[in-house]
């Protein structure tokens, strides 16, 4: 708090008038992000896979904004109305899916896994790996193929998300 309280050039006991603490301004901040996710209606003749497509595209591109924010997240409890919102929303769009609560919460870890990873890539350098003796041929030649970023974080993050939805609708 204090040095937040420097930054914004206050005192940290004035800061205190307005928040409780740390957890709260890291529940605040992700209020924020998450208020930019934009939810799609849930029509029921609408694929549930495009809907959890749109949620996920969505997602991302908010945390990109906001990459800093995630490492703080995972040391606090989800206690954000717009990010409850967001999870009842994927919640509801996988029970029309079919599965079942207990695949749902692992879906729902894999999503957020799997976005906000994305979502840091996304801050990645230009080529994230460098070259040295120890890169073998194979891997060489697959570094040698990659577009900068963020065209290789965002062909990535959809090949990825082709592969996990495709993994979701097989048996």
Do not use: C
């Amino acid at each position: 708090m204090p040095g937040l309280a420097r930054k914004l050039k206050v005192s940290p006991s004035s800061l205190y008038n307005h928040v409780s603490g740390r957890e709260q301004i890291i529940e605040l901040l992700r209020e924020r992000a998450m208020s930019e996710v934009r939810l799609p209606e849930l029509h029921a003749e609408r694929p549930w896979i495009d809907i959890l497509a749109d949620i996920m595209r969505s997602y991302r591109s908010s945390f990109a904004r906001y990459p800093q924010l995630i490492p703080l997240l995972t040391a606090h409890a989800v206690n954000s109305s717009q990010a409850l919102t967001m999870y009842n929303a994927i919640a509801v769009t996988l029970a029309r899916g079919g599965f079942n609560p207990t695949d749902t919460l692992r879906i729902i870890t894999l999503v957020d896994n799997y976005v906000l990873g994305s979502a840091l890539d996304l801050t990645a350098p230009d080529r994230p790996w460098e070259s040295s003796p120890e890169v073998g041929p194979e891997l060489t030649a697959a570094l040698d193929t990659g577009a900068p970023r963020p065209v290789r974080a965002d062909d990535a993050f959809e090949f990825g998300l082709a592969v996990l939805l495709r993994g979701l609708v097989q048996p």
